[in-house]
């Protein structure tokens, strides 16, 4: 009966964050542009029930901002067929304890005429709630042209750019093309099993041709150097360890998990996910392995990672990034 009914409003509640092992090949087959994120996946489902020229609500977190993953759900769904008309930048302290950032946001459903989103930015509101009222009541908003988005890179939701900044971003050339390379490492899904504290391996079996090879896993915010203090087991190759992933359910190969495998042993720099403290890029030393959220930059001389480290903690670039 309820399938039967058609509904002025519907309220519900749904997660965000990455699926399941599980749940990924029906997200894959289902929803090809959002299926990374379990949020971006109930908003395009919602987006395809609705049928008619109505609006789509929801808070979330705002990794759809600017996440590569997300590329064609920006670019198809929120600029393209079913564009956001309003976007409340909220940040950090709005889901009770979660230390989660979020924005609020609407969609206009089948709307390809309109050609800018309105924002608010409340990043640095304390009273999110009386501060948002006041900027709708002063009508203190900016508003972005759906073309200027679909042009940065990735077409990241880059709503703050000032206009100068904007022209000339889009006239320099990626990092990835003009000077180093920037990836993601492996992920154990296992930690407890496979990592170790590097106090509790005997020197003796520590080192890139050893069992126990140093790990980058990221950590709190510390600017220019910190300690790698775990260590993982990377015998063989990491014939453990493939073997393991290989067998859990749902992964058809290893290198879902153990990423950018090519890059292990480089000397470079790893970084931490960014936390609200800032970015926070630390030296890798070669012989090393970088992880998912120990993540890592690479360049092709060590002058050039030493200038990089050094301008990383520059006010100006903290600005750009």
């Given at each position: ?268 720099l790893t970084y931490p996910e960014r936390t609200t403290s800032d970015f926070s890029p630390r030296p890798l030393p070669a ?35």
């Amino acid at each position: 009966d309820l399938c039967r009914k058609r509904f002025d409003v519907v309220l519900m509640n749904p997660p965000f964050g990455d699926p399941t092992e599980s749940l990924l090949p029906y997200l894959e087959r289902r929803y090809s542009v959002s299926k990374h994120d379990l949020a971006a996946a109930f908003i395009d489902r919602f987006l395809q029930l609705s049928t008619c020229h109505g609006k789509l609500g929801w808070i979330s977190s705002r990794t759809w901002f600017s996440s590569s993953l997300l590329e064609s759900f920006r670019r198809d769904l929120l600029y393209g067929r079913h564009r956001i008309s309003l976007v409340l930048d909220l940040g950090i302290g709005v889901l009770d304890s979660a230390l989660v950032e979020t924005a609020a946001c609407v969609a206009s459903i089948n709307d390809v005429v309109s050609t800018t989103v309105r924002v608010i930015r409340l990043l640095a509101s304390r009273d999110k709630q009386a501060d948002s009222l006041k900027k709708i009541q002063n009508a203190d908003t900016m508003f972005v042209e759906f073309s200027r988005l679909n042009a940065l890179p990735r077409a990241a939701f880059g709503y703050w750019f000032p206009e100068d900044f904007y022209n000339r971003l889009s006239q320099t050339l990626p990092f990835e093309d003009h000077l180093g390379t920037a990836r993601q490492g492996l992920a154990t899904t296992d930690d407890f099993r496979f990592l170790r504290c590097l106090l509790e391996v005997p020197a003796a079996f520590l080192g890139d041709d050893k069992r126990w090879v140093p790990f980058a896993k990221g950590g709190e915010y510390e600017p220019y150097f910190d300690d790698l203090h775990l260590v993982i087991d990377w015998e063989r190759d990491g014939a453990a360890l493939k073997d393991y992933l290989v067998s859990q359910k749902g992964q058809r190969h290893w290198s879902r998990r153990i990423a950018s495998a090519e890059f292990y042993g480089r000397e470079g720099l790893t970084y931490p996910e960014r936390t609200t403290s800032d970015f926070s890029p630390r030296p890798l030393p070669a012989g090393s392995i970088f992880s998912a959220t120990g993540q890592a930059v690479f360049l092709q001389e060590r002058n050039q990672l030493l200038a990089y480290l050094g301008l990383s903690y520059t006010r100006i670039f903290k600005q750009l990034i």
